[in-house]
């Protein structure tokens, strides 16, 4: 805020959620947006006649209208990499907690029971890893300290790619059959897991997933989970986030073996303070006639 001060703007706070309703009275003289999770819709766009550039706080842009941005010609960019060490080990966090309980540990010991129940040893596992970009690889090269085995699945990663002496390379169905923990890391926008994927094992299964709640059939997961084809999931999201506790993924019942964080795998200093100057950076370029770095989309406002 004070690096666009000091260009010259004048900067407006307003709720990440992006409420139409709070924006209408700043659009209009929006020359910039610095754009949280919340949708950047055809509405709001179109409400800022002198806007030039949507600079994404964050890596996905699904939030945002591309198509109404394209035909108003305004610059969309991210900030791809700031926050991908923070998911990282976030992703590393919750897979360590899933295979120990730590959570119903806790809870356990808050209520006066001591009793304790076998756990998995990393190191004995195999784990199967869906999507190799940037976080995909760093969840696969932290693991490696383990000494676990380690499969990976991405179509887009080339054969003779330096990730595969470290990760074994398998075609998608082998993941969820020869994994003992499976972790996520693709886009969101289609269905991974379901009833069919789920049962492709034969041996119980420990998921995570830090990427798109949309990947996952929770309804599915709730079987597995109860059929113990899973032992437990642990997730960075819900279908049903910010509408109360409606996911059936929050079933009392499933407390112990499920484990949900409201999107905490980006939140850290240092992810924030990253997407923080590379968004500001972006918008300061365009608003100057230059080029911005990271550009998803590029046209120029007709």
């Not at 993941?175 to 969101?188: A, E, Q």
Request: glycine share 10%; hydrophobic share 50%; proline share 5%.
């Amino acid at each position: 805020m004070a690096e666009l001060a000091d260009a010259g703007y004048d900067v407006v706070r307003a709720s990440p959620a992006h409420d139409l309703a709070e924006l209408v009275a700043v659009l209009p003289r929006a020359v910039g947006w610095i754009a949280g999770t919340g949708p950047v819709t055809a509405a709001a766009l179109e409400g800022a006649p002198n806007l030039k550039i949507v600079a994404r706080y964050g890596v996905g842009i699904d939030a945002v209208d591309m198509d109404a941005a394209d035909a108003l010609g305004i610059v969309v960019t991210n900030t791809p990499g700031a926050n991908s060490a923070a998911v990282v080990e976030h992703t590393i966090a919750l897979l360590l907690a899933a295979l120990r309980g730590i959570p119903a540990a806790d809870r356990r010991v808050r209520a006066g029971d001591w009793s304790g129940w076998t756990a998995r040893e990393l190191s004995a596992l195999t784990v199967g890893i869906v999507g190799l970009g940037r976080i995909g690889r760093g969840v696969a090269t932290r693991l490696a300290v383990f000494g676990c085995e380690i499969l990976g699945h991405d179509p887009w990663v080339a054969p003779d790619d330096d990730i595969f002496r470290v990760v074994r390379r398998v075609e998608a169905d082998e993941i969820p059959r020869l994994s003992d923990v499976v972790t996520l890391h693709v886009p969101g926008g289609s269905r991974l897991v379901d009833d069919a994927w789920l049962a492709m094992g034969d041996r119980e299964l420990f998921l995570v997933n830090t990427a798109r709640a949309d990947l996952v059939d929770e309804a599915a997961v709730v079987r597995a989970l109860e059929s113990r084809r899973l032992s437990a999931y642990a997730a960075d999201s819900l279908a049903t986030e910010n509408h109360g506790t409606d996911s059936p993924l929050l079933a009392p019942r499933l407390a112990d073996r499920v484990i949900i964080t409201p999107h905490l795998g980006a939140q850290t200093r240092e992810g924030i303070d990253g997407m923080g100057v590379m968004a500001t950076d972006d918008l300061l370029a365009v608003l100057a006639g230059d080029s911005p770095r990271f550009a998803v989309h590029a046209a120029a406002r007709p």
